[in-house]
Nanobody, 126 residues
Framework: ARLVESGGGLVQAGQSLTLSCVVSGIPFSRFYMSWVLQAPVKGQEWVSSISSDGEITYATSVKDRFTISRDNAKMTVYLQMNSLKSEDTARYYC?????????????????????WGKGTQVTVSS
């Protein structure tokens, strides 16, 4: 499997970014997809997930600001990030697992997901 993220960058607080993750090598439409961030102080934190049937969950910190979506035909998952804050600064990883997780994903580790991308850096200046 290959997961390739893009769309990160340096923006000012209040601005927006859209992250993309193009997936290959797995039956994408069957997979539960997530975005997970990693930052020096926060460690690894789950951001949002979308299941194979479109069920969506968000971490409280990003609810009402971020929107996750998927396009199964393009084998791509997106994360629209609005009203960015300096505390959103992190490396954002796309991750896939076959079995969905109900509700929030707590205590995420490398083993929570079957596949990971290499991440894309998001830096928000205040």
């Amino acid at each position: 499997a290959r997961l390739v993220e893009s769309g990160g960058g340096l923006v000012q607080a209040g601005q927006s970014l859209t992250l993309s993750c193009v997936v290959s090598g797995i039956p994408f439409s069957r997979f539960y997809m997530s975005w997970v961030l990693q930052a020096p102080v926060k460690g690894q934190e789950w951001v949002s997930s979308i299941s194979s049937d479109g069920e969506i969950t968000y971490a409280t910190s990003v609810k009402d600001r971020f929107t996750i979506s998927r396009d199964n035909a393009k084998m791509t998952v997106y994360l629209q990030m609005n009203s960015l804050k300096s505390e959103d600064t992190a490396r954002y990883y796309c991750a896939a697992r076959l079995l969905p997780i109900d509700g929030e994903v707590k205590d995420v580790t490398y083993y929570t997901y079957n596949y990971w991308g290499k991440g894309t850096q998001v830096t928000v200046s205040s």
